[in-house]
């Protein structure tokens, strides 16, 4: 208490709280008040819209409409053609023995169940409405499996993969190797074709012993397809020509060729031509080519299974009914492939029938008999020694003759008849004959056919070659077929080579070699082809140190060349022999001035 | 040429209607009675925008795919068919204006009927029908009894989203 006494006194201020007030007068206040007027709408007017834009939609449309199925089509029409196709068919093909080849076995691959193999426009087709046409198609496996499409045997995979092929095609080449079953394919794409509706006038050709095979090919793919045989005189065939409603004919070339005037006429045109052997118009220049060429169609399907027998020229020529166009004058040959890619077809037994008994092709060098010998150097001794002495004035033809002599006697000898292949084929056809199986035997001559139909009598020999008339050829191949004592074949390239399913069979002997592998390869697919159940054993006889070994040695590489051209897509070689080589048969000291083509 | 009587001059319609990022596109497909085709027609592509979807609703698609796409598309197709198959739900309101039945397929087939040795058993399809109409699925099912019992009902779609592709490709409906 005594600190507080000591603090100092506190500081006083004096604050002014008087507040001052102006007035002022406000801006405005002098002016004379205004009484402003403003229209104002009334509800009896309608009110403000603002629009959102269109709100009905829109939506247009485009269809297509397609070739109306024939079963579509009303009954009367229907009937007509179908009645007439088959009256004629009963008609024309009333006597034929189509028993050719036994049924074809189910096969055991499977049916393609789990893939829907659907049909794809080409790369050429460019309208919207035919790509759609295909494009909407069912699955092929859907059309095979309905019932109205009743089918004897199941398809194998790769042939579905054909019929796929085919269909869409207005241009195509089916390639398969022999034996593949080109001819079952086209059937069952054409019968397509036909239940599609986009088929409804088709023309088989096919050489003339083939005839009654592709009947028969017919009534087991497609027998609710009419069909004709052209036949008979002139007046029958203009009939069946011009006349005659049935979807389908079927005809050998040469008829063909003869009846070139008639298929002049505007009226006869067709929707589907197929060439089968297709390689008899490789000639570009042969009538038959040119017949088949002028032929009105709007599909042009050709099948071989040697699309180049010689040279490049042969594909070229083939896509001249194929496709003309489509290989502009002198395309080199290395650019074939990338033009034709898309129309061929080809495939392999090894490509696709791994299940087909093994081929098994062994050459049989034998030694000349001694009598054969003397003669075989005689002949060429002498040959060769004419040969140059022609000097330039020989030619191709010159040494070919002398070829023909030597390999005449590589078979027989023309003094005493001795044969070192009818030794031998003696001897395996005891074996065969003894195992109950039966062989072919193939020459390119009918003389030693002939003669080695007296040879081999204990094995109930059988020809099939040219100067067998026609109309017994098919009792020849059903005899050989269903006579158990009849072993052996006797077979002309040129007669048994091409189309005739004998896979009954198990042995094939080449007596003497052709000059082409494509014609040996044909003639050895008659027995290996589907439906073979064993094994097939070729015997190809070649007679050492002659003519025959050198031209097998050649065709061999040639062989060679041609797998080369249709699986690499390599250049297409020349398969038969070529001037050059045919002269380097022999070692002759001249060549012609100007070799002959 | 056939084996096995069927009706004629009708066939079967398949209709299908896809949702893609330009709308809504039909196609709708006539097949005989063998599945083969007799005609096919597409519709352009019809895109709602906000206000559509605002204003129909929950009935959007059911009228576009109904109303708009499936009604035009038939009407303007020629080929009489007896009865029409989708696998889309929105399009049995189509019923409502025709005199034909309409039914649904599950559209992903995982119900589709198992390949059977009984026959009659494979054409038992899991079909729908619109709720007015309950005896469309009886009177559909008749009627596949007497066709051919290979038939796959579903498999016409997959042709059908391909040619419309294949159509799209080439520029068709975008040509006018």
Redesign the interface.
């Given at each position: 208490m005594s600190q507080d006494k000591h603090l100092p006194a506190p500081d006083v201020a004096e604050l002014d709280l008087t507040l001052s007030v102006e007035a002022y007068l406000p801006q405005r206040w002098d002016r004379a008040t205004q009484v402003g007027i403003r229209p104002t709408r009334l509800l009896t007017e309608r009110p403000w819209v603002r629009s959102?834009?269109r709100?009905d939609?829109?939506?247009?449309?485009?269809?297509?409409?397609?070739p109306?199925?024939?079963?579509?089509?009303?009954?009367s029409r229907?009937g007509d053609s179908?009645q007439q196709g088959q009256e004629t068919r009963a008609e024309r093909c009333e006597g034929e023995s189509c028993g050719l080849s036994p049924p074809l076995p189910l096969s055991p691959s499977p049916y393609l169940s789990a893939v829907?193999l659907?049909l794809r426009p080409t790369k050429d087709t460019v309208v919207?409405k035919e790509?759609?046409?295909y494009?909407?198609?069912?699955?092929l496996e859907?059309?095979l499996?309905?019932?109205?499409v009743?089918l004897p045997l199941r398809p194998y995979p790769y042939q579905m993969e054909g019929i796929a092929f085919l269909m869409p095609r207005h241009a195509a080449l089916l390639a398969d190797e022999m034996g593949l079953g080109k001819t079952a394919q086209a059937v069952l794409a054409l019968r397509l074709l036909?239940?599609?509706?986009l088929v409804r006038r088709s023309l088989i050709v096919c050489p003339k012993p083939l005839v009654s095979n592709w009947a028969r090919e017919l009534r087991l793919w497609a027998d609710?397809?009419p069909f004709e045989v052209v036949g008979g005189d002139a007046q029958e065939r203009s009939s069946c020509w011009l006349v005659s409603n049935c979807p389908l004919k079927l005809v050998n070339y040469e008829l063909l060729t003869r009846d070139a005037a008639l298929l002049a006429d505007e009226r006869i045109a067709f929707d589907v031509v197929i060439l089968d052997e297709a390689q008899r118009i490789k000639n570009r220049d042969a009538k038959t080519a040119q017949v088949v060429r002028g032929i009105r169609r709007e599909r042009s399907w050709a099948l071989t299974g040697t699309p180049i027998e010689n040279k490049p020229e042969d594909l070229v020529n083939l896509f001249a009914f194929v496709d003309p166009g489509r290989i502009p004058p002198d395309t080199p040959a290395k650019r074939l492939p990338h033009l034709t890619g898309d129309c061929i077809l080809r495939r392999t037994k090894d490509d696709v029938l791994t299940d087909l008994p093994a081929k098994t092709i062994r050459d049989a060098y034998l030694e000349l008999t001694p009598a054969q010998r003397q003669s075989y150097a005689l002949a060429e001794n002498e040959g060769v020694v004419h040969l140059n002495s022609l000097g330039e004035t020989i030619t191709i033809q010159h040494v070919f003759e002398l070829v023909m002599r030597l390999k005449q006697i590589c078979n027989f000898d023309p003094l005493t008849g001795h044969s070192a292949k009818l030794e031998r084929l003696l001897a395996d056809l005891t074996e065969i004959a003894e195992s109950g199986r039966k062989a072919l035997v193939f020459s390119q001559w009918v003389q030693p056919l002939e003669i080695l139909a007296g040879a081999l009598e204990p094995f109930g020999p059988l020809q099939f070659h040219g100067r067998i008339p026609d109309r017994e050829r098919q009792t020849v191949l059903e005899r050989f077929r269903s006579d158990s004592s009849k072993h052996v074949l006797l077979m002309s390239y040129g007669a048994g080579s091409v189309g005739l399913n004998l896979q009954f069979t198990n042995y094939v002997f080449l007596f003497d070699r052709w000059w082409n592998p494509a014609v040996e390869d044909q003639a050895i697919n008659r027995a290996h082809r589907i439906g073979q159940r064993q094994p097939v054993f070729v015997t190809r006889f070649v007679t050492q140190e002659t003519i025959e070994g050198r031209i097998a040695e050649v065709l061999d590489r040639k062989r060679q060349l041609f797998n080369e051209l249709l699986e690499q897509n390599s250049p297409p070689p020349s398969l038969g022999l070529t001037e050059e080589e045919i002269f380097g048969l022999f070692d002759l000291q001249v060549r012609p001035k100007r070799c002959a083509a | 040429m056939t084996q096995t009587p069927a009706p004629r001059t009708q066939g079967l319609g398949f209709l299908t209607i896809l949702h893609e990022d330009n709308g809504y596109m039909g196609g709708y497909l006539v097949t005989n009675f063998w599945s083969r085709p007799v005609e096919f027609r597409l519709s352009t592509a019809v895109q709602p925008n906000r206000i559509h979807q605002i204003l129909y609703g929950g009935t959007l698609q059911s009228y576009i795919c109904a109303d708009l796409i499936g009604k035009t598309l038939i009407e303007k197709t020629t080929a009489a068919v007896q009865a029409i198959f989708t696998d889309c739900e929105s399009v049995l309101d189509l019923r409502l204006q025709l005199d034909v039945p309409v039914v649904c397929l599950p559209s992903d087939g995982s119900t589709a009927p198992a390949s059977s040795s009984d026959p009659a058993a494979s054409r038992k399809w899991p079909l729908r029908c619109h709720s007015r109409f309950p005896g469309d699925v009886a009177a559909v099912q008749a009627m596949l009894d007497g066709v051919d019992g290979s038939l796959d009902l579903a498999e016409p779609f997959v042709r059908i989203r391909e040619a419309m592709s294949e159509a799209r490709k080439l520029g068709a409906m975008s040509r006018n």
């Open positions: 959102l834009g709100l939609m829109h939506v247009k449309t485009e269809g297509w409409r397609f109306t199925p024939p079963s579509d089509e009303p009954a229907q179908g829907n659907r919207l790509r759609l046409l494009l909407l198609q069912p699955p859907s059309c499996a309905s019932k109205q009743r036909f239940h599609a509706g609710d397809l | -």
